[in-house]
Nanobody, 124 residues
Framework: EVQLVESGGGLVQAGGSLRLSCAASGFTFDDYAIGWFRQAPGKEREGVSC????????YYADSVKGRVTISSDNAKNTVYLQMNSLKPEDTAVYYCAADAWSPRAVTCDYLDVWGQGTLVTVSS
């Protein structure tokens, strides 16, 4: 069974940092696209960042460029999202998603398997 489990969310003050983790199981981690999406109350889901587990290429949404770093530890089947200089507008439920590598998947356009989400709250 393909499974994604997120962790690392929580409450942080504006300007602070958090690192989210996505532990994957049930599929071959290599040659996949894995990414982070977020959805704030009343807003559409947004692709935050995605990574190719084969060549490490990355995608970042303009809203987080320069503040967020995605990385993959293939030995641990885990993808991380390091978020710095957090803003109140970063408050959302953050979801991990995965799919076999494709041009759409590595640019966060479409991924098929989803985790349950972890809440990030940034206070002002």
């Amino acid at each position: 069974e393909v499974q994604l489990v997120e962790s690392g969310g929580g409450l942080v003050q504006a300007g602070g940092s958090l690192r989210l983790s996505c532990a994957a199981s049930g599929f071959t981690f290599d040659d996949y696209a894995i990414g982070w999406f977020r959805q704030a109350p009343g807003k559409e889901r947004e692709g935050v960042s995605c990574i190719s587990t084969s060549d490490g290429s990355t995608y970042y949404a303009d809203s987080v460029k320069g503040r967020v770093t995605i990385s993959s530890d293939n030995a641990k089947n885990t993808v991380y999202l390091q978020m710095n200089s957090l803003k109140p507008e970063d408050t959302a439920v953050y979801y991990c998603a995965a799919d076999a590598w494709s041009p759409r998947a590595v640019t966060c356009d479409y991924l098929d398997v989803w985790g349950q989400g972890t809440l990030v709250t940034v206070s002002s």
